[in-house]
T-cell receptor, first 113, second 115 residues
Framework: DQQVKQNSPSLSVQEGRISILNCDYTNSMFDYFLWYKKYPAEGPTFLISISSIKDKNEDGRFTVFLNKSAKHLSLHIVPSQPGDSAVYFCAASGRGSQGNLIFGKGTKLSVKP | DTGVSQNPRHKITKRGQNVTFRCDPISEHNRLYWYRQTLGQGPEFLTYFQNEAQLEKSRLLSDRFSAERPKGSFSTLEIQRTEQGDSAMYLC?????????????FGPGTRLTVT
């Protein structure tokens, strides 16, 4: 049973507009969440993270929102740029898990010029 | 910061052969992780070291898989008697800290193809 779900396999956005990527989780023990970006033939690159004691974290064009009651988080990219085109993975880590990350299946973002 | 490096980047082997991959983490990082990624899936956790001690193993890590991290520096992942189902991208990550709430830095991965 998947503990971290990214229900949209792909998303297409126009350059300059907002990209919103969504992620749901089922395990209430998760207390740390991360977003990674992955280009083909490369390893995942860290984007942004959020602890469960917060509901928002912002870093430049990237903002992550956490709704603990709904067990939902989202990544907002504003404005979207063609270089943002990649696969985005949501990951979660829980208390007592020693830090291994549980990943979703990813969402492929395409930003069109 | 030279980043996490992995060698080789690609490996093609015949079924039944043994293969070994190497991961060099960021030098001051005490934690080292191995993940496996197959097509259309996110990375799946295999095993984790804190310094030289292997502290956790996933049920995905069958007895054909073994990992080591001698002296708490680089790590090796060996797969014995490879099977076609072992074909995947093998990712290594490292982090610094004593808890799970830390960012993991990933290497470029080793793509294994078993024919």
């Amino acid at each position: 049973d998947q503990q971290v779900k990214q229900n949209s396999p792909s998303l297409s956005v126009q350059e300059g507009r907002i990209s919103i990527l969504n992620c749901d989780y089922t395990n209430s023990m998760f207390d740390y969440f991360l977003w990674y970006k992955k280009y083909p033939a490369e390893g995942p690159t860290f984007l942004i993270s959020i602890s469960s004691i917060k509901d928002k974290n912002e870093d430049g064009r990237f903002t992550v929102f956490l709704n603990k009651s709904a067990k939902h988080l989202s990544l907002h990219i504003v404005p979207s740029q063609p270089g943002d085109s990649a696969v985005y993975f949501c990951a979660a880590s829980g208390r007592g898990s020693q830090g291994n990350l549980i990943f979703g299946k990813g969402t492929k973002l395409s930003v069109k010029p | 910061d030279t980043g996490v490096s992995q060698n080789p980047r690609h490996k093609i082997t015949k079924r039944g052969q043994n293969v070994t991959f190497r991961c060099d983490p960021i030098s001051e990082h005490n934690r080292l992780y191995w993940y496996r990624q197959t097509l259309g899936q996110g990375p799946e956790f295999l095993t984790y070291f804190q310094n030289e001690a292997q502290l956790e193993k996933s049920r995905l890590l069958s007895d054909r898989f073994s990992a080591e991290r001698p002296k708490g520096s680089f790590s090796t992942l060996e797969i014995q008697r490879t099977e076609q189902g072992d074909s995947a991208m093998y990712l290594c990550a490292s982090s610094l800290g004593q808890t799970g709430s830390t960012r993991q830095y990933f290497g470029p991965g080793t793509r294994l193809t078993v024919t």
